[in-house]
């Protein structure tokens, strides 16, 4: 069986402004430098979310989702209270085959709200992990469009092992 958590790779926060939990992030942090992108439709749906910040800080991804405040979403219980602050939503795994990860998470008796895909990117689900772990899990299968859209996020190496 297939280790639950190989493929860790991100760190999913959400926040109420991209803009301002950036800023934030960056006066308590250091200067990390992050790519913003306002998201397609997926499925032929609006996306969730109105903006994502993504940065690489050594081997692992900060993504800061700000979601669409006109749809009801998963994110919406993690939505800080002010603008700037982010708080913790999920951990984001990269896996091989989103099929065979799908049904392990259903046989494990998790909950599937949310998943999609870009043709050509990604495919991804979210799994309602927060009984067993206190927050969500992401899983993401990545095409050679995705791969190239992750290398292009920027990278900020701390020098610290």
């Known amino acids: 069986m297939q280790n639950f ?3 860790f ?3 999913g926060y959400v926040t109420r402004d991209a803009d301002a939990a950036v800023a934030a ?17 997926i ?5 969730p979310t109105r903006r994502i910040a993504l940065a690489w800080i050594d081997e692992v991804m900060t993504e800061i989702i700000e979601p ?29 085959d989103h099929q065979a990860m799908l049904h392990r998470l259903r046989g494990m008796g998790y909950d599937v709200p949310m998943a999609g895909s870009m043709p050509g990117v990604l495919d991804y689900s979210y799994a309602d992990t927060r009984r067993d772990l206190g927050l969500w899990s992401e899983f993401i299968r990545l095409e050679e469009a995705g791969k190239a859209f992750f290398d ?7 020098g610290n092992s």
């Open 5 to 7: 958590f190989k493929g």
């Open 9 to 11: 790779f991100q760190f």
């Open 25 to 41: 992030f960056r006066a308590k942090f250091g200067p990390v430098e992050f790519m913003v992108n306002e998201p397609p439709a």
């Open 43 to 47: 499925d032929g749906r609006p996306a």
């Open 68 to 96: 669409d405040p006109m749809q009801r979403t998963i994110y919406d219980d993690h939505v800080p209270a002010l603008a700037g602050p982010i708080r913790l939503h999920h951990f984001g795994y990269l896996i091989d």
């Open 152 to 158: 292009a996020v920027p990278r900020t190496i701390t």
